[in-house]
């Protein structure tokens, strides 16, 4: 069974840091992807930054130049520095392993933890 573990949110004022952190039971390079999605109350779950197994990444528009997501493949866990946070990045920001077998993808989350920017 798969499971992530989330840590590393919190409170901070804008303009500040924080460091997000999932650790994935088995392999990291077994999935397709790993990542982050956040969702905002009222809002649709939205993606964060992703990157590949071959370490290919991808970040949202609202997000590019601030966020930085990486892999420690040594701890199976991926994570998300997020620099120069502004209000509206508050979300519940959850951790994602997209598996891909036999042509049908299989989407994995963690519990979610809470980001909150105060203006």
């Known amino acids: 069974q798969v499971q992530l573990v989330e840590s590393g949110g919190g409170l901070v004022q804008a303009g500040g840091s924080l460091r997000l952190s999932c650790v994935v039971s088995g392999s990291i390079f077994s999935f397709r992807a790993v990542g982050w999605y956040r969702q905002a109350p009222g809002k649709q779950r939205e993606l964060v930054a992703s990157?590949?197994?071959?370490?290919?990444?991808n970040y949202g528009d609202s997000v590019k130049g601030r966020f930085t997501i990486s892999r420690d493949n040594a701890k199976n866990a991926v994570i998300l520095q997020m620099n120069n946070l502004k209000p509206e990045d508050t979300a519940v920001y959850y951790c994602?392993?997209?598996?891909?077998?036999?042509?049908?993808?299989?989407?994995?989350w963690g519990q979610g933890t809470q980001v909150t920017v105060s203006s």
């Open positions: 994602n392993a997209e598996e891909l077998r036999y042509g049908s993808r299989n989407d994995y």
């Open positions: 990157v590949t197994s071959g370490g290919n990444t």
